[in-house]
């Protein structure tokens, strides 16, 4: 361990001159991206998802978070979505600060949180496009790619889009993927899609560029099924016995962002 730390310090000024080369090679392949390319593969992504009337998934989720003393903080959980279109979805996600269930069946959105003994529910009929604009601008829950499950991810997210670059290929999980970035004002952000016949999308980051240190939202889907391979779901919910009514507002701890993290200056 000592001889390679001493073969380091020897060779630091050769590495930065490799390292300096590298940034250059990087810099000069982004300038030449493909930024039609980009958006044709986005847009295979999002006509595929559009296709399937069933879907199933398992993802892990990382939320960055920056305090007050600069500090980058993530923020892990897990779960699944089963939806059904136009209509349908179940979403469950646990993490170290919450156990919560999102169920709607078309009509009623059920909004449980285990861990607390806690429910919610409103009548929010229409699709689920209707939903993730309701849970929004009407809840302020802001659930992060949640735009990719919508009817059109391509309108949804494309004409906001700046910049865009086709990096190559990916790896993820063992799956070779398409790598494209996309700039925003306001945000990044990158997606990984499968190759071959299942483009679906195998990991989303999202950076925000307007909050100090930049921190990110990354979610990767595994366990991908569509159409036929998805397992059958009523949509149905049962209350737990005991649970508080809540308003939905007022639901605790049901955002990736525990209640325990106070907003710099929200009251």
């Not at 006509?47 to 398992?58: F, N, P, R, V």
């Not at 600069?70 to 600060?97: M, Q, W, Y």
């Not at 865009?164 to 925003?184: M, N, P, Q, Y």
């Not at 299942?198 to 569509?226: E, M």
Request: net charge neutral.
């Amino acid at each position: 361990m000592q001889h390679a730390v001493r073969k380091l310090t020897v060779n630091a000024k050769t590495l930065a001159a490799l390292l300096t080369v590298a940034a250059g090679v990087a810099s000069v392949s982004a300038a030449h991206a493909d930024e039609a390319t980009a958006k044709s593969l986005f847009k295979a992504m999002s006509d595929y998802l559009a296709g399937q009337k069933a879907i199933s998934l398992e993802y892990d989720s990382n939320l960055e978070i920056i305090t007050t003393q600069k500090e980058k903080i993530g923020i892990a959980s897990s779960g699944t979505v089963t939806l059904n279109r136009p209509d349908k979805v179940r979403a469950t996600r646990t993490g170290g600060f919450a156990d919560v269930e999102l169920v709607f069946d078309g009509k009623t959105l059920t909004m449980l949180v285990k861990n607390e003994n806690a429910y919610a529910q409103a009548e929010e009929p229409g699709t689920i496009d209707h939903l993730v604009d309701e849970l929004r601008d009407k809840y302020h829950r802001p659930v992060p790619a949640a735009d990719l499950l919508m009817s059109d991810p391509y309108q949804q997210l494309i004409p906001l889009v700046v910049e865009a670059k086709d990096l190559g290929s990916g790896v993820i999980r063992g799956v070779e993927c398409d790598h494209l970035a996309f700039r925003t004002k306001e945000v990044d952000w990158q997606i990984w899609i499968a190759h071959a016949d299942r483009p679906y999308p195998c990991r989303y980051v999202i950076t925000s560029k307007k909050v100090t240190g930049w921190p990110q939202y990354r979610i990767d889907v595994r366990a991908w099924k569509a159409g036929a391979e998805v397992a059958s779901d009523d949509f149905s919910v049962a209350i737990p016995a005991g649970a508080k009514r809540m308003n939905p507002k007022d639901i605790p701890n049901s955002d990736e962002l525990p209640s325990i993290f106070v907003l710099k200056g929200v009251k």
